[in-house]
């Protein structure tokens, strides 16, 4: 079975500074991984995702995430954050044939001022 | 475009009265389709998906119940609410292996 963990529940940052938030995942099979951003009483929306190709992916928002499988990670990262990035993250895996999304639990991302 | 919709986005129930939160997506044939919940402050909890019209998997045994009568639309029922039924339900569809999610409804059982 696949799984999914958020190493960190909260994550404060000043503005204009770098942020990575981090994601593990454990499977014994190939995967696809996802990060979404949820904002306050919004449903989520897809930053960028993992299929295949190049290991580092480029999403909106000016995110960016490193698959690492070796270590099986999947850590997102934005050299410069806004206040408008306060959200909540999740990281989600799924692997070929299957029809759903595993989640982990979130990060709240927090940019102070 | 694919578009998703939920409805109603807030709602009010006391303790015991039946639910109905509908999904409907436009832009695309045949999706898959979820209903999620989520508590206050929590992850989110997968309650039911469905692969085509009249298929319906549940994820967790509990007082709620999902069809599926047409193939756009994806409905989420109860017929005596909880407390612990309150939360944000989250309907989303799937083509491929990514979700895309609707807006949300915002269920308070009192």
């Known amino acids: 079975a696949q799984s999914v963990t958020q190493l960190d529940s909260q994550v404060p940052v000043f503005e204009e500074a770098p942020v990575e938030l981090r994601c593990n995942y454990s499977s014994s099979v190939s995967v696809y991984l996802f990060w979404y951003v949820q904002y306050p009483n919004q449903g989520l929306q897809l930053l960028l995702k993992y299929l295949s190709g190049s290991t580092l992916v480029k999403g909106i928002n000016g995110f960016e995430a490193e698959f690492n499988k070796s270590q099986t990670s999947f850590h997102l990262r934005k050299p410069s954050v806004h206040i408008s990035d306060t959200a909540e993250y999740f990281c989600?895996?799924?692997?070929?044939?299957?029809?759903?999304?595993?989640f982990g639990q979130g990060t709240r991302l927090t940019i102070n001022p | 475009s694919q578009t998703i919709h939920q409805w109603p986005a807030t709602l009010v129930q006391p303790v015991g009265s039946p639910l109905s939160l509908e999904c409907t997506v436009e832009g695309t044939s045949n999706p898959n389709l979820y209903w999620y919940r989520q508590a206050a402050g929590r992850g989110l909890q997968l309650l039911f998906y469905?692969?085509?019209?009249?298929?319906i998997s549940s994820e967790v045994p509990q007082n709620l119940s999902a069809s599926r009568p047409q193939d756009r639309q994806f409905i989420l029922s109860s017929k005596k609410l909880l407390l612990s039924d309150s939360g944000f339900y989250l309907c989303a569809w799937s083509w491929g292996y990514e979700q895309y999610f609707g807006p949300g409804t915002r269920l308070t059982v009192t």
């Open positions: 469905s692969v085509g019209i009249g298929q």
């Open positions: 989600a895996v799924t692997r070929r044939g299957a029809q759903k999304l595993v």
